[in-house]
C-alpha cells in the first residue's frame, strides 16, 4: 500500500505544484490519477519514487516513510514506465530490458535470460531481442519499456503517461495488455493520464485532480460516471455534453446490430445482435477480466519487423 499523507511541493519561486494531497492507493490494484495539465499527477507520481521530494508531508510504503530510504535503493525497487518508452538508443531490446538487473548485480547471462522471458511476458518476439530501438515500431518500443519496468519483480509499477505517443490502434492494444499483464502478475500500478476514457478503462480506483493536486473526486469508475461531485468532473468526464448519455439509434434495424449514439446523436458503439454484422461477445470469455477484449499483437509487431 501507498500513501501520501498532506504532501504539498512547492517550488523556490513560489509554485504550488501540490497543496496538502492525502490518498491511499491499494495494493495489487491500479491506480489511475488522470487530470489537465498543471494538476500535479506527475510531480505526485514522481514523488513515489523520489524522483521528486515533498517540501513537506510524508509518503509511505507499506508503512515506511520513504524519505529514510537511499532514492537509488528505492528506485531500483520500483518499476517505472515512461512517456515515447525513454529507451536508450545504444543498446538492444534485451539489455534495455536488463538495464536494471545489471545495475542491481545480476550476471550477464542471468539478466539476458530474465529479458527474455519477459519479451514473453508483454508479447514481443524473442527475435527482436538483438534489435535496437530505432528498428522498433512505437508499440514495441513501449512493450519494451513496459518489459524494462518488470525486470526487477517490483510489487509497485509507475506508469506515466506512457501510451500517448503512440496511434489509437496500437494504444488499444497496449492498455488491453496492461489488464492482461494485472490479472497475471497483480502488481500495484500507479498510472498518470489525462484520458477519462483510458482511465476508466484501466483503474480499479480512479481519481479526478485539478489544479495544485487537489482531489475532487475519487472512486470507481462506475461511481464517478453515475455521480459526477460536481460541474468540473461532469465537463471533465463528458457528462455536460451527453457523451456518456447513449441510445440506441432508431436508424438499427430489427434483428441487426443496434447502433449507439450520444445526446447530440453522433455514433459512438455498435450493440451486437445474433444475427448481425459483428460477432457477439459474452462479458467474461474464459477467464478474461470484464474490462478486456480481444487482444492482437499484429499491429505492433509487425512494424519494421
Same mark, same amino acid.
Given at each position: 500500500?501507498?500513501?501520501?499523507?498532506?504532501?504539498?511541493?512547492?517550488?523556490?519561486?513560489?509554485?504550488?505544484?501540490?497543496?496538502?494531497?492525502?490518498?491511499?492507493?491499494?495494493?495489487?490494484?491500479?491506480?489511475?490519477?488522470?487530470?489537465?495539465?498543471?494538476?500535479?499527477?506527475?510531480?505526485?507520481?514522481?514523488?513515489?519514487?523520489?524522483?521528486?521530494?515533498?517540501?513537506?508531508?510524508?509518503?509511505?510504503?507499506?508503512?515506511?516513510?520513504?524519505?529514510?530510504?537511499?532514492?537509488?535503493?528505492?528506485?531500483?525497487?520500483?518499476?517505472?514506465?515512461?512517456?515515447?518508452?525513454?529507451?536508450?538508443?545504444?543498446?538492444?531490446?534485451?539489455?534495455?530490458?536488463?538495464?536494471?538487473? *545489471?545495475?542491481?548485480? !545480476?550476471?550477464? #547471462? +542471468?539478466? $539476458?535470460?530474465?529479458?527474455?522471458? =519477459?519479451? /514473453?511476458?508483454? @508479447?514481443?518476439?524473442?527475435?527482436?531481442?538483438?534489435?535496437?530501438?530505432?528498428?522498433?515500431?512505437?508499440?514495441?518500443?513501449?512493450?519494451?519499456?513496459?518489459?524494462?519496468?518488470?525486470?526487477?519483480?517490483?510489487?509497485?509499477?509507475?506508469?506515466?503517461?506512457?501510451?500517448?505517443?503512440?496511434?489509437?490502434?496500437?494504444?488499444?492494444?497496449?492498455?488491453?495488455?496492461?489488464?492482461?499483464?494485472?490479472?497475471?502478475?497483480?502488481?500495484?500500478?500507479?498510472?498518470?493520464?489525462?484520458?477519462?476514457?483510458?482511465?476508466?478503462?484501466?483503474?480499479?480506483?480512479?481519481?479526478?485532480?485539478?489544479?495544485?493536486?487537489?482531489?475532487?473526486?475519487?472512486?470507481?469508475?462506475?461511481?464517478?460516471?453515475?455521480?459526477?461531485?460536481?460541474?468540473?468532473?461532469?465537463?471533465?468526464?463528458?457528462?455536460?455534453?451527453?457523451? *456518456?448519455?447513449?441510445? !440506441?439509434?432508431? #436508424? +438499427?434495424? $430489427?434483428?441487426?446490430?443496434?447502433? =449507439?449514439? /450520444?445526446?447530440? @446523436?453522433?455514433?459512438?458503439?455498435?450493440?451486437?445482435?445474433?444475427?448481425?454484422?459483428?460477432?457477439?461477445?459474452?462479458?467474461?470469455?474464459?477467464?478474461?477480466?470484464?474490462?478486456?477484449?480481444?487482444?492482437?499483437?499484429?499491429?505492433?509487431?509487425?512494424?519494421?519487423?
Amino acid at each position: 500500500m501507498i500513501e501520501f499523507r498532506d504532501v504539498t511541493k512547492t517550488y523556490p519561486d513560489g509554485t504550488h505544484a501540490v497543496r496538502g494531497f492525502s490518498l491511499v492507493i491499494p495494493a495489487r490494484q491500479i491506480t489511475v490519477l488522470v487530470g489537465s495539465s498543471g494538476s500535479g499527477k506527475t510531480t505526485l507520481m514522481r514523488m513515489i519514487n523520489r524522483m521528486v521530494d515533498p517540501t513537506s508531508g510524508t509518503v509511505e510504503i507499506d508503512g515506511q516513510d520513504i524519505s529514510k530510504i537511499e532514492p537509488v535503493q528505492l528506485r531500483r525497487g520500483i518499476g517505472y514506465v515512461m512517456q515515447n518508452s525513454g529507451l536508450l538508443p545504444h543498446r538492444t531490446v534485451a539489455e534495455n530490458i536488463a538495464t536494471v538487473p *545489471r545495475l542491481t548485480g !545480476v550476471p550477464k #547471462a +542471468a539478466a $539476458r535470460a530474465r529479458a527474455l522471458e =519477459l519479451m /514473453d511476458t508483454v @508479447g514481443l518476439a524473442r527475435e527482436l531481442a538483438d534489435r535496437y530501438p530505432s528498428q522498433l515500431s512505437g508499440g514495441q518500443q513501449q512493450r519494451v519499456g513496459v518489459a524494462r519496468g518488470l525486470a526487477v519483480d517490483p510489487n509497485i509499477l509507475l506508469m506515466d503517461e506512457p501510451f500517448s505517443a503512440v496511434d489509437p490502434i496500437v494504444r488499444d492494444e497496449l492498455q488491453q495488455e496492461v489488464l492482461r499483464l494485472q490479472k497475471q502478475l497483480a502488481k500495484t500500478i500507479v498510472f498518470v493520464s489525462h484520458d477519462i476514457d483510458e482511465a476508466f478503462l484501466l483503474g480499479d480506483q480512479v481519481v479526478v485532480l485539478e489544479q495544485g493536486g487537489h482531489i475532487v473526486q475519487q472512486g470507481t469508475p462506475e461511481q464517478i460516471l453515475a455521480e459526477p461531485a460536481n460541474d468540473f468532473v461532469a465537463t471533465f468526464i463528458g457528462a455536460d455534453r451527453g457523451k *456518456r448519455r447513449l441510445s !440506441v439509434s432508431s #436508424a +438499427a434495424s $430489427r434483428g441487426d446490430d443496434r447502433v =449507439l449514439v /450520444d445526446a447530440g @446523436g453522433y455514433p459512438v458503439g455498435v450493440i451486437a445482435a445474433p444475427g448481425g454484422r459483428l460477432s457477439v461477445a459474452s462479458a467474461r470469455v474464459g477467464n478474461a477480466s470484464p474490462k478486456s477484449r480481444s487482444v492482437s499483437n499484429k499491429t505492433d509487431q509487425a512494424g519494421d519487423a
